[in-house]
């Protein structure tokens, strides 16, 4: 049953991911103005508009330009940089597992952070503990995290003579420093993500401890860890999931800042560089790439549904 229900759950994304594409390609071409005027005014190229904008497939109209681009893509070919002239593939195959990597490390950080402080401050209600754990929460979502990464970068640097490292290091150069590098500004984009799965967690477990069969399971004398674990925490945990989903598409796009900062090559800098140099393909392969990721990530989220309510697949 779970397998037929993760079937349906698929085809649905398709539309989906149909959709967000026509929305991908339409939105960068809907800009008020030339596109190959502003390019040729930047860069100062000799090309006639005509010519430079024919050479770029932008004469054209757009339904044309949509089918063609949707036809390299049933191939596995996202286009050309406009300015480098590599593939863009090429490019996001090295820098999306950068950017993978940074967004797993803060959603781990959140994870790891936000629900064990939730269970504590659920079970601890109305004390020392509990008061402690919402002021974080509240100062966690309350503080920008591009303000929190600046002060990491700047502040030691002033006062005590040292940085973080801001120069990417691979992971075959160095294993350590590779995943070291990850730590700071995975725990930084994490925080607001752990605030909200926090402050959900604890909501929910309270519903949840109030319940009659939590009751009885009290009352039968059960262990607190038991009740709260096995008896409550799986279905206090179905809303965070759906947060999860979210806070997975906010991780994401937080990677642009991050990856800024703390200079690692990830898909977030190069869709910066992107749309500061109005290279649509970039554009277009990046945005199609992080939909298609919160697509799949929405579908594992349904699966997940599934698995810890039975309920969800009827």
């Given at each position: ?7 349906k759950?698929?085809?649905v994304?398709v539309?989906?991911?149909l959709?967000a594409?026509?929305i ?5 071409r809907l ?5 190959v005027t502003?390019m040729?005014?930047?860069?100062q190229y000799?090309?006639?508009l005509d010519?430079?904008?024919?050479k ?5 109209p757009i339904?044309a330009?949509?089918?063609e681009?949707?036809g ?9 940089s406009l300015?480098?002239?590599k593939p863009v593939?090429?490019e996001?195959?090295w820098?999306?597992p950068v950017s993978?990597e940074?967004g797993?490390v ?5 994870v790891l952070?936000g629900?064990?402080?939730g ?5 601890r ?5 509990d008061y402690v ?5 509240i100062l ?6 591009f303000?929190?990464?600046t002060l990491v ?5 002033i006062?005590?003579g040292?940085?973080p490292?801001?120069?990417f290091t ?5 294993p350590?420093r590779?995943v070291?590098?990850?730590?700071l500004p995975g725990f930084l ?11 959900l967690?604890r909501t929910q477990l ?17 262990a607190?860890?038991r009740v709260?674990?096995?008896h ?5 945990l ?7 989903g979210?806070q997975?598409a906010?991780?994401l796009?937080?990677?642009v ?7 690692l090559p990830g ?5 910066f ?11 277009q392969g990046i945005?199609l790439?992080?939909v ?9 989220v349904?699966?997940a ?8 697949r009827?």
């Amino acid at each position: 049953m779970l397998r037929k229900y993760a079937l349906k759950r698929l085809l649905v994304a398709v539309p989906s991911l149909l959709i967000a594409s026509v929305i991908v390609f339409s939105l960068a071409r809907l800009i008020p103005g030339d596109v190959v005027t502003l390019m040729m005014e930047e860069n100062q190229y000799a090309q006639d508009l005509d010519e430079m904008r024919a050479k770029l497939g932008l004469d054209r109209p757009i339904y044309a330009q949509y089918v063609e681009w949707m036809g390299r893509i049933a191939r596995g070919d996202l286009g050309q940089s406009l300015y480098t002239g590599k593939p863009v593939l090429r490019e996001l195959a090295w820098r999306l597992p950068v950017s993978l990597e940074l967004g797993a490390v803060a959603l781990v950080f959140a994870v790891l952070i936000g629900i064990p402080i939730g269970v504590v401050a659920a079970v601890r209600q109305d004390t020392l503990r509990d008061y402690v754990a919402r002021s974080g929460a509240i100062l966690g979502l309350s503080v920008p995290g591009f303000w929190l990464g600046t002060l990491v970068v700047v502040l030691p640097a002033i006062y005590f003579g040292w940085s973080p490292p801001i120069e990417f290091t691979r992971l075959d150069d160095d294993p350590w420093r590779h995943v070291a590098q990850f730590l700071l500004p995975g725990f930084l984009l994490g925080v607001a993500s752990a605030a909200s799965i926090m402050r959900l967690t604890r909501t929910q477990l309270l519903e949840v401890l109030r319940q009659d069969y939590v009751r009885t399971a009290w009352s039968k004398g059960l262990a607190e860890p038991r009740v709260v674990l096995k008896h409550s925490l799986k279905n206090a945990l179905i809303p965070v999931v759906t947060v999860l989903g979210i806070q997975i598409a906010q991780i994401l796009s937080g990677t642009v800042i991050f990856e800024s900062i703390f200079g690692l090559p990830g898909m977030g800098r190069f869709l910066f560089d992107a749309i500061t140099e109005r290279d649509y393909p970039v554009i277009q392969g990046i945005n199609l790439v992080i939909v298609g990721t919160i697509v799949m990530v929405n579908l594992v989220v349904d699966v997940a549904y599934a698995w810890l309510d039975p309920r969800i697949r009827y």
